[in-house]
């Protein structure tokens, strides 16, 4: 298995600096707390330089907007040197793009080409990984048949893209994605060295994990990592360390970074070991539980709780 470090970096390969991580945000996340700011104005004052893009199908940045309100668009030549120049006038570094697939819908052939398309938006912006989502809006089908048409998709998405050097990250999401049986099972089927996964260190804690076992997990898909989401949850000691229902509580024990239950430090340890030296992308879904005056007080203890892992 290749470790991360020998693939491509945002904006050019650049060497590790140690005990200095490369922070990066959800476009999304930051939306939530910008209280009127654009997105570039937020990222400056958290003292970020890097985001993860959500692009949708129509390549369209629904967060990350014009003057004028207007999402950006990639979807012809010129817009993407729209968009190219201004992100390099704002000195900021697109860290992934993120997509919300479906690859079991009735429009699992759409999905696959606006996969492809983002990869080569990828290419032009810099970005060295694609997060492809394998949860499913169909709660009816069976799981096995979400991993095959999970696994048709992939497969297509690395045929179309051969001369790519683009990363794709399937991020452990939702009921079956968080499972090691189905996220081996892709791993297995389609044995790439572009295809690895966007650790979510949330998520398997979601899905019911006790606490020591997520760490094994963690170590598992470490060396498979490509890209990051970075989020915490808080339950009591009674709950931590044992198996939970699928999401117990989540609304009520999501929270900061520096409140959670998940060592930041043993994660950030766990994930240099393995080779990872790309950004860890800040997500944090307990926004809502606060006022709008507090929410980007919450983002900048976030950026303080990610650079402190690594001290």
Same mark, same amino acid.
């Given at each position: ?10 904006? #050019? ?46 390549? !369209? ?74 949860? !499913? ?58 295809? #690895?996964? !966007? ?25 498979? !990592? ?20 699928? #999401? ?64």
């Amino acid at each position: 298995m290749m470790k991360a470090e020998w693939y491509p970096m945002a904006m #050019g390969d650049r060497p590790a600096i140690q005990n200095h991580p490369r922070v990066s945000i959800r476009d999304h996340t930051l939306s939530l707390a910008a209280d009127g700011r654009s997105l570039f104005e937020a990222l400056r004052d958290l003292g970020l330089g890097a985001v993860e893009l959500q692009v949708d199908p129509d390549l !369209t940045t629904p967060h990350l907007r014009q003057t004028n309100g207007v999402p950006f668009s990639a979807d012809n030549d010129a817009a993407v040197v729209r968009l190219q120049e201004t992100l390099s006038a704002q000195a900021v570094r697109v860290s992934a793009l993120l997509l919300m697939t479906d690859f079991s819908s009735e429009h699992a052939d759409d999905h696959i080409a606006w996969s492809v398309r983002a990869i080569r938006l990828a290419e032009k912006l810099g970005a060295p990984v694609v997060r492809l989502d394998p949860l !499913t809006r169909d709660k009816e089908l069976p799981r096995q048949v979400v991993r095959d048409n999970f696994i048709v998709g992939v497969r297509r998405i690395v045929e179309r893209t051969p001369d790519s050097t683009i990363d794709i990250g399937i991020e452990n999401h939702g009921p079956i994605g968080n499972d090691p049986v189905f996220l081996d099972a892709i791993f297995a089927a389609v044995d790439h060295p572009r295809l #690895g996964i !966007t650790l979510d260190t949330g998520n398997f804690y979601w899905w019911g994990v006790a606490l020591d076992d997520l760490y094994i997990l963690l170590e598992r898909y470490a060396p498979r !990592t490509r890209h990051t989401h970075i989020k915490n949850i808080n339950y009591p000691p009674a709950l931590a360390n044992t198996s939970r229902p699928i #999401g117990s509580e989540y609304a009520k024990y999501c929270c900061p970074l520096d409140e959670g239950n998940i060592d930041l430090r043993r994660v950030a340890r766990i994930l240099e070991k393995a080779g990872y030296r790309r950004d860890l992308c800040i997500e944090n879904e307990s926004l809502q539980k606060y006022a709008a005056d507090q929410k980007f007080d919450v983002l900048r203890r976030d950026v303080q709780a990610i650079k402190a892992a690594f001290l």
